[in-house]
């Protein structure tokens, strides 16, 4: 079974600071590992994702995350925050399997002070 | 290429009514999901369709709620006899094929239902 906790129900940071969302994961097998955005009223939007190859994972808006085996985590940054960034933060897991569903944490509410 | 449309995006029901919420994927996409959002809490999984079958349905709860997807026509979500807790936002996802090996699954922008 695959679990998610992310550290942090809300991240308040001044534009142009760095942004860093915690997430760590459990799974008893190899995971795929998600970062959603949510804007107000909005569905979700992919930011990035990590399957196989390189544990640095570029997204969109400027985002990238890491996969870090050894520490279970899937932690996302932003070097630069911009105010349009405000929003909640999903990261999710599934499985090395085919009929998964994917797994989200609680999610993390980004606040951009100016 | 039109998104996973989600209808009604907003939708009122008095205890005990009934709440129909209705999911066409994306175009080529036969597989769907459905999640719930509540308030200061994640998305849990509801259930996992494809066209004519329901493959997982484990996060469902056990009365008043189903899903189909038809071999023609939306995914559809019903909620029988709803009272105040069923009231979330409630989210489809679909993908080109199953959504384990890391495939993206792609939503929709979610129907809100509120029980009065």
């Known amino acids: 079974a695959q679990s998610v906790t992310q550290l942090g129900s809300h991240v308040s940071v001044s534009e142009g600071a760095l942004v860093l969302l915690r997430c760590n994961y459990s799974s008893s097998v190899p995971p795929y590992l998600f970062w959603y955005v949510q804007y107000p009223n909005q569905g979700l939007q992919l930011l990035l994702k990590y399957t196989t190859g390189a544990t640095l994972v570029k997204g969109i808006n400027g985002f990238e995350a890491e996969f870090k085996k050894s520490e279970t985590s899937f932690h996302l940054t932003k070097p630069s925050a911009h105010m349009s960034d405000a929003a909640e933060y999903f990261c999710a897991v599934s499985a090395d399997s085919g009929n998964t569903p994917l797994v989200f944490g609680k999610g993390t509410r980004l606040s951009v002070i100016a | 290429n039109a998104g996973v449309m989600q209808n009604p995006r907003h939708l009122v029901r008095r205890r005990g009514q009934e709440a129909r919420l209705r999911c066409s994927p994306m175009?080529?996409?036969?597989?769907v999901y459905w999640y719930r959002q509540l308030p200061e809490e994640g998305l849990k999984f509801m259930v996992y369709?494809?066209?004519?079958?329901?493959?997982?349905e484990s996060g469902m709860p056990k009365e008043r709620f189903s899903a189909e997807f038809p071999k023609e026509g939306p995914s559809i979500l019903r909620i029988q006899q709803v009272v105040r807790g069923d009231s979330a936002a409630y989210f489809c996802?679909?993908?080109?094929?199953?959504?384990?090996?890391?495939?993206?699954?792609?939503f929709g922008e979610g129907s809100w239902l509120t029980v009065v």
């Open positions: 369709l494809q066209k004519e079958n329901i493959i997982d």
């Open positions: 175009k080529g996409h036969s597989h």
């Open positions: 996802a679909s993908s080109p094929r199953t959504g384990g090996y890391g495939n993206t699954i792609y």
